[in-house]
């Protein structure tokens, strides 16, 4: 059984901030190709959380920036990110397989200007959730 929608959207956040954790720390180790991947896991989980905790029962799909457009609806503050955002999901399916690349793979073409980059606009998804979470705890 389901928590209540704020738990369960508490969970993804969580969840989300892990990611992030790992993604700085495989940052610093050169894993850049996996760094683009979980940003973008992150930026996910995290505009998931949002949609969960605003009653969402079941949360599909992968895309950020569909994801960041859905939660636009309930809260307009998601709406000017959602071209920035929308980034992070050239990374879901090329950072993990070498046929969605060309001759070559991702552990050769990610480096640490995409990853730093990937990084700043998942922390910047991750942020804007939990300022909305924030603002809750006033309520």
């Known amino acids: 059984m389901r928590k209540d929608p704020h738990s369960e959207g508490w969970r993804w956040l969580e969840q989300a901030q892990v990611d992030l954790h790992w993604a700085r720390h495989l940052n610093d180790q050169g894993a850049y190709y996996l760094v683009c991947f979980l940003a973008q896991q992150a930026a996910e989980k995290a505009l998931k959380a949002f949609l969960y905790a605003r009653g969402e029962e079941l ?16 809260d307009a503050r998601f709406q000017p990110s959602l071209d920035d955002w929308g980034v992070l999901d050239t990374y879901y399916i090329p950072t993990r397989y070498p046929n969605g ?9 990610y480096n640490r200007q995409a990853a730093e980059g990937a990084l700043a606009l998942a922390q910047a ?12 705890l006033d309520d």
Do not use: K, M, N, T
């Not at 950020?64 to 309930?74: D, F, G, H, P, S």
């Not at 690349?101 to 073409?109: E, T």
């Not at 998804?125 to 809750?136: C, L």
């Open 125 to 136: 998804v991750a942020a804007e959730v939990e300022s909305w979470f924030a603002e809750r």
């Open 101 to 109: 690349l060309p001759d070559d793979i991702p552990a050769r073409v």
């Open 59 to 74: 949360v599909l799909g992968h895309s950020v920036r569909q994801l960041c457009q859905r939660a636009a609806e309930y």
